[in-house]
T-cell receptor, first 109, second 116 residues
């Protein structure tokens, strides 16, 4: 990743909430994104948040943005086994995305 | 299904060889981006094309080149391959008219390159 920090691993029980955190560096980023990558698959856009928002909710997903601390989090409510994947946060920079190294989430039935 | 297609899905080749990866963007998208995903480097941006023109370059080696054709599909050419080039190569597309950071990118399934 390019100066986008993520913790590496999270284990969560099915039905619990999971929270994935990310720290980014470019305060001028307009959009911040969360992508999901299942084993052997490509990157699926989950959600994104505009930098002038503090929170965005999309069904089971809640994104929180703390611009002052450059901290982004993704909360998944009622985590399901299908949520097992690697989650990447990314910040939008001119003409490209800068990704964190990803956070692997393992859901235990 | 994001609407972005990449071929081939898997590619196995030897060191020193040259390969071409192909990407077709979502219908109507003008921008194509290439990324490399490896275990040690994570997801790295390589290059961005907008409507046939190169717009931004990231960590792309001189041995690598890309182009976007009039029908908007793109090819990534990797030459003089080394073991360290083994990785997943993703293409993404976006529909913005300016190719800026506000354009949401949709990713293809990737091409897994193995260099032996």
């Amino acid at each position: 990743g390019e100066d986008v920090e993520q913790s590496l691993f999270l284990s969560v029980r099915e039905g619990d909430s999971s929270v994935i955190n990310c720290t980014y560096t470019d305060s001028s980023s307009t959009y911040l994104y969360w992508y999901k990558q299942e084993p052997g698959a490509g990157l699926q856009l989950l959600t994104y948040i505009f930098s002038n928002m503090d929170m965005k909710q999309d069904q089971r997903l809640t994104v929180l943005l703390n611009k002052k601390d450059k901290h982004l989090s993704l909360r998944i409510a009622d985590t399901q086994t299908g949520d097992s994947a690697i989650y990447f946060c990314a910040e939008g920079r001119p003409g490209r995305l800068a990704f964190g190294k990803g956070n692997q989430v393992v859901v235990i039935p | 299904d994001s609407g972005v297609t990449q071929t081939p899905k898997h590619l196995i080749t030897a060191t020193g060889q040259r390969v071409t990866l192909r990407c077709s963007p979502r219908s109507g998208d003008l921008s194509v981006y290439w990324y490399q995903q490896s275990l040690d480097q994570g997801l790295q941006f390589l290059i961005h094309y907008y409507n046939g023109e190169e717009r931004a370059k990231g960590n792309i080696l001189e041995r690598f080149s890309a182009q976007q054709f009039p029908d908007l599909h793109s090819e990534l050419n990797l030459s003089s391959l080394e073991l360290g080039d083994s990785a997943l190569y993703f293409c993404a597309s976006s529909g913005g008219t300016s190719g800026q950071s506000t354009d949401t990118q949709y990713f293809g399934p990737g091409t897994r390159l193995t260099v032996l």
